[in-house]
């Protein structure tokens, strides 16, 4: 099974990620019990109304939290909230992969008001995420989420729609989307856009839920049949689109499994192949997952190398700043990519030659539960072949008829 959470359009908030679960099935009395546990651990905090009801937006039908609080308090301390969490997680008996969504989702919320302001976390004071609603939409989402068995499923994520324009906050006018936003996306795997509207489409909270719940971001939906769809409504009301956050549930129907990756890529006009040769291999100890050069021709008829690498998100810096240190290039040009890969694993099979032992790694692809191909680990063969002072290409076709043989006998 996969659920997509589809916020390119209208953005995410936690009320309308919590309304969309419960728009798709999820236990709704349930969730309204047990969230008022929350009065009990946050004092000045009191529900006078809470309940899930229809609406119609833009043509839509969705699901919207109706919510109504009396708040004694308008800033706490960061860590209260997090306590909160903590102990009606235990109280109302989370599943340990709640628990661990519930606190993590606080946590992203700690770690970029800190970052934002120079504080430790100890001392983050919550402003706008200081009230019960916060409490509602982590632990009544985790709730669902238990509710509906999601947490074992893979999720994806598309990307998020953020808005534009500036907007108030506690500390005055910014520029949206705020530094909240920006640092609990920063160092994930989600990717951000603009979107259709000049205000906030995306919230703190309903971020901090997301990184902490998507598996990946991809631009596009994976093949998939469908089996249930929720739709969560927000409080505002856009001109031009519904502002709704889409769920959709189903059974994948791929073969191959998809990720987005980062493509650098530079040219080389004056750069020796030693150079080159150096530069390769840095690349790949320093997480690079390929490396290609490509001779062509430029302007003027200068013979040029094209350097492409593929690599995560996380190692562009470094990446980069080696390129630039080993080889004197003056720009590299960054794209995403959405690819689809073999599933694959890799395992350590135990081997015998010549009345030898060894264990060599090998990557096995597979189509459903059938062995597609495999590979054994170039450095292991060369091990091999040293030990037994054979060439390289004769010992590759022994461990290659080992390896074959042991597979089909599994």
Known sequence: MVLVIDSQIAGISGDMLLSSLVNMGANKSKIIDRVYTAEEYLNGSKILKLDFEKIIKHGTSATHL??????????RKGIEIQECILSM???????????????????????????????????????EASSIDTVIDIVGTAIALDDLNLFAEKIIATPVAVGGGNLEFSHGITSNPASAILEIFRDSNIAIVGGQAREEMTTPTGASLLVNLADEC????????????????????????????????????????SDTIQVLETNLDDVSGEVIGYMIDK??????????????????????????????????????????????????RVRSSNRYIVPRTIVTIPIAIHGKNFSIRCKIAKNNDSIRHFKVESDDIKLVADSLLLPFRQVQDLINEEVKHRLNTK
């Open 66 to 75: 109706v919510l109504e609080t009396d708040e004694k308090y308008h800033e």
């Open 89 to 127: 997680s235990d109280k109302i008996g989370l599943s340990e992969k709640a628990k661990v969504f519930a606190h993590e989702s606080v946590k992203s919320l700690l770690h970029a008001e800190a970052k934002i302001h120079g504080e430790p976390l100890g001392s983050v004071h919550f402003h």
């Open 218 to 257: 991809v631009e596009f939906y994976p093949g998939m049949k469908i089996e249930a769809i929720g739709y969560g409504a927000g409080n505002k009301d856009f001109d031009r689109f519904p502002n709704i956050l889409k769920i959709v549930k189903g059974h994948s129907i791929d073969e191959f499994q």
């Open 283 to 332: 690349l790949m100890i320093n997480g690079a997952k390929d490396v290609t050069v490509t001779n062509g021709i430029t302007k003027k008829g200068r013979p040029t190398n094209l350097v492409s690498i593929i690599c995560d998100s996380s190692t562009i810096d470094n990446l980069i700043n080696i390129l630039v240190l080993e080889t004197g290039t003056l720009g590299v």
